[in-house]
């Protein structure tokens, strides 16, 4: 209904007004809510019709990172508000193509040096979006997977110029394009160069653009070597030579920067956290512009840079976790049964982990003896990086078991990753054997293993040295469990600190920060004794209202702040 009620409006444009008058008088007049519900959601979003995003990654289909919950949730969400959603996928070679329809359509991909590849287009309607898939054995083999530079270019060039195909034979008309991270660059160009065929192709003609910008970081630009093997790697992105410009990395002339003109390319420019879009404007150090400050500021200068906050499914984690969500919560006696409730599903959580889940405890036979309600547990769920800032964990653990001082403090971590820093991880299990539990092990949110690993926790440890956006603290504040994490781009949204007078000078936070719902603590990249002196200035605060627990309400203060922190799609969906 939306994208009919748009292409009558398009036509038709003297009678677009007579149309919203027409919608909104059925939300106001009609006792059929069925009807009122349709018209508000048609109404909202007539204006634009469709969107479509493109992406490398997206749940419930293909993961690597907080990119797939961003594209797949966020999409969710817009398409039952009542805008008409597309996602556009490479249909990597691990997916049972059982499981979609294929169309019998195929789009004729046109790849340099390579030819016209054939991208096999098939489709899967899931939660009111729209999924197409385009599949080629060899260029949608893999997400992210080893590969030679320019095959990684031609996965960047197959998937944008794919789904501008694509678009064409499923004959989609978008209002707007949304491209996600570098290996969309090609399609932000093709959108933008008044040589390309694509910009002045009717599917297009209206269509504007906008670039989601989920990792800035040097190793996720494709900045490499524009020659490979005496290849142009240029040459296969079909574009004319007098458009390379912006490919060309803006500090080495001999090698090209994907990302660059990913950001050159769109028509607005979006961070996924207010914390984020503020670094790439001020600093062009590690988190924040990353050599591209200049562009950023020229985008904002020209009012086509806007945050964006990351969300998660809220309503979904609380009413699976607790019988009720922070939408419930009307009155005081409300927020103190919610409270309740999590403390009780969180001694739950306890006993499960410690009794249940042999294989986060190897070095205390299967179980733990510390995991119980009188203990101050962190909790971590992550990529075991070095930009997840577990090499400052490590000697973190290690300072809080050896000072003697808190002797009620327990560990648990989860996720997979760098094979150095899974092993440091691994030998605080057999150093402190029960009181630090981790299961080298990915944990899927369709697992009640999420549920427990996040639940169980007291406070959730993120040392980031960079932070996008920041998914897990918000997943961890979902259950209640308050934040002490870096004072780091998207952390800045997410986690509204308690005030640690230690660190006053540095974080300028003077004050309990309204809504507080735990710590932010300053990294100093070069040196990790310092930076461990600042987590423990943070994490004895935190500690020490846990310890007065009953003597003061300060604790309970920032369990209910957590519980009632707004990260939903829905407040997301209110911002785009």
């Known amino acids: 209904l939306t994208v009919i009620m748009h292409d009558m409006a398009v036509k038709h444009p003297k009678e677009a007004d007579k149309m919203k008058r027409m919608l909104e008088s059925l939300t106001k007049r009609t006792e059929d809510e069925l009807v009122r519900e349709a018209a508000q959601k048609v109404r909202r979003w007539m204006d634009v019709g469709a969107a479509v995003f493109v992406s490398p990654e997206a749940v419930p289909y293909f993961k690597a990172g907080g990119m797939a919950n961003v594209v797949g949730e966020l999409a969710m969400v817009l398409a039952k508000s009542g805008l008409k959603v597309y996602v556009v996928l490479p249909q990597y070679q691990n997916l049972d193509k059982s499981t979609v329809q294929y169309t019998g359509k195929v789009a004729q991909i046109f790849l340099g040096r390579h030819g016209h590849v054939a991208g096999s287009i098939a489709e899967k309607y899931f939660e ?15 997400l ?35 491209g996600n991270d570098w290996m969309t660059a090609p399609l932000m160009a093709h959108l933008n160069s008044d040589r390309s065929l694509y910009k002045r192709d009717p599917h297009f003609s209206q269509a504007r653009t906008i670039g989601w910008i989920h990792n800035n970081g040097q190793d996720y630009q494709f900045k490499v070597g524009r020659y490979q093997n005496g290849v142009d790697l240029l040459g296969n992105l079909g574009l004319a030579p007098e458009d390379y410009g912006w490919f060309i990395d803006p500090h080495r002339s001999d090698l090209i920067n994907f990302m660059h003109a990913f950001i050159r390319h769109a028509g607005i420019i979006v961070p996924v956290s207010p914390g984020q879009l503020r670094d790439y404007v001020q600093t062009d150090d590690k988190g924040g512009a990353e050599g591209f400050r200049h562009v950023f500021i020229e985008k904002k200068q020209a009012r086509r840079l806007f945050s964006v906050t990351n969300g998660i499914p809220l309503r979904e984690r609380q009413r699976g976790r607790f019988g009720m969500t922070m939408f419930d919560v009307h009155t005081p006696e409300d927020l103190q049964k919610f409270l309740k409730i999590q403390r009780k599903k969180q001694i739950e959580s306890r006993i499960i982990m410690a009794e249940e889940y042999p294989q986060f405890w190897p070095a205390s036979g299967g179980r733990s003896e510390y995991i119980n309600e009188n203990y101050f547990v962190g909790n971590l769920v992550s990529r075991i990086t070095d930009q997840k800032g577990i090499q400052y964990v490590v000697p973190f653990v290690r300072r809080v078991m050896y000072s003697g001082r808190y002797p009620d403090v327990s560990f648990v971590f989860a996720g997979v990753g760098d094979p150095l820093l899974m092993g440091q991880l691994n030998a605080l299990i057999y150093e402190f054997p029960g009181r630090v539990g981790y299961n080298n092990d990915f944990v899927s949110n369709q697992k009640p293993l999420y549920y427990h690993v996040y639940g169980i926790g ?10 996008p956006g920041g998914i897990s603290p918000m997943e961890a504040l979902a259950f209640g469990v308050p934040g002490l994490v870096s004072d780091k781009q998207g952390h800045k949204s997410t986690i509204r600190s308690i ?37 423990m200035f943070a994490f004895d605060r935190l500690y020490a209202a846990w310890k007065a627990r009953n003597e003061n309400d300060q604790w309970d203060t920032l369990r209910a702040h957590a519980l009632m922190s707004d990260n939903s799609w829905e407040k997301t969906s209110e911002s785009v």
Do not use: C
């Open 144 to 178: 992210y997977g080893q590969s030679s530079k320019e095959h990684e270019s031609l996965r960047a060039a197959f998937l944008s110029l794919g789904a501008l195909e694509a678009m064409k034979a499923l004959n989609i008309h978008p209002s707007i394009i949304i």
């Open 458 to 467: 007291d406070f959730y440890n993120s040392f980031s040295m960079w932070e």
């Open 499 to 535: 005030y640690v007078p230690e660190l006053a000078r540095i974080t300028r936070i003077n004050d309990n920060e309204p809504d507080f719902n735990g710590a932010r603590f300053p990294v100093d990249e070069y040196r990790v004794d310092r930076t461990v002196d600042y987590i």
């Open 128 to 142: 009111d979006v729209d999924y197409v898939f385009l599949d080629n054995p060899y260029f949608a083999d893999a």
